[in-house]
């Protein structure tokens, strides 16, 4: 059975401060992919990265980043200098092979404040 | 390119009642996840559907169903609501193997 383990349940931090959001991923699966959506207040979940399991680079897109370990099944996230903005609540996800089927696995999520 | 579009937004039933919630996924996908969330559950998958056949089901009773259409739009239907099926509703849609991009919701309180 897949599993995805988000152990902080909110942080709060002060803008520009950097955070790091935890996700640890349990699965079967050889090739799996993993993903963190953002939901702001108004519900919407919305898409940030997809990584799939042979692809351990990791990335940076503006502000953002992800480290992928498979070693350690964590896909972790952080935001470097964080705004206001950032304030939603994230979350990890897990999906095995997507050509059999799109099923999302989530974790429980992390709220995220960011104080000004 | 539209984004996925879900009715209603927001929907008040009774016990007991039925509702119908419907997605319209991005033109040219054809594949159609729902999700419910709720606080104590979190975020848990209903089913999926791809070009009509329903691909993949999650845990949940047969209160739950879907369907749809050969446009790609898709309907879920909640029969003899309870209180516990007050949550909001996602729909997420796919090109069957990329990533997944989800609607606004739909929130039903069931009172």
């Known amino acids: 059975a897949q599993k995805v383990t988000q152990a902080q349940t909110e942080i709060s931090v002060v803008e520009k401060e950097d955070v790091t959001l935890d996700c640890v991923y349990e699965?079967?699966?050889?090739?799996?992919?993993l993903f963190w959506y953002k939901q702001p207040p108004s519900g919407e979940l919305v898409f940030l990265i997809r990584?799939?399991?042979?692809?351990?680079q990791n990335e940076i897109s503006g502000r953002y980043s992800w480290n992928f370990q498979k070693s350690t099944s964590s896909f972790n996230f952080t935001i470097t200098a964080s705004q206001v903005v950032d304030s939603a609540v994230y979350f990890c996800a897990l999906s095995g092979l997507m050509e059999y089927g799109n099923k999302l696995v989530f974790g429980a999520g992390t709220i995220l404040r960011v104080k000004s | 390119k539209a984004g996925v579009t879900q009715t209603p937004r927001y929907l008040i039933k009774t016990r007991g009642q039925q509702v119908t919630l419907s997605c319209s996924p991005i033109?040219?996908?054809?594949?159609v996840s729902w999700y419910q969330q709720t606080p104590g559950q979190g975020l848990q998958f209903l089913f999926e559907?791809?070009?009509?056949?329903?691909?993949n089901k999650g845990n949940f009773p047969g209160r739950f169903s879907g369907r749809q259409f050969s446009n790609s739009r898709s309907e879920m239907n909640v029969s003899t609501l309870e209180l516990g099926d007050s949550a909001l509703y996602l729909c997420?849609?796919?090109?069957?193997?990329?990533?997944?991009?989800f609607g606004p919701g739909t929130r039903l309180t069931v009172t």
């Open positions: 699965t079967r699966d050889t090739t799996y992919y």
């Open positions: 559907y791809f070009s009509e056949t329903q691909r």
């Open positions: 033109s040219g996908h054809r594949s």
């Open positions: 997420a849609s796919g090109s069957g193997s990329d990533e997944q991009y």
């Open positions: 990584r799939n399991s042979f692809d351990e």
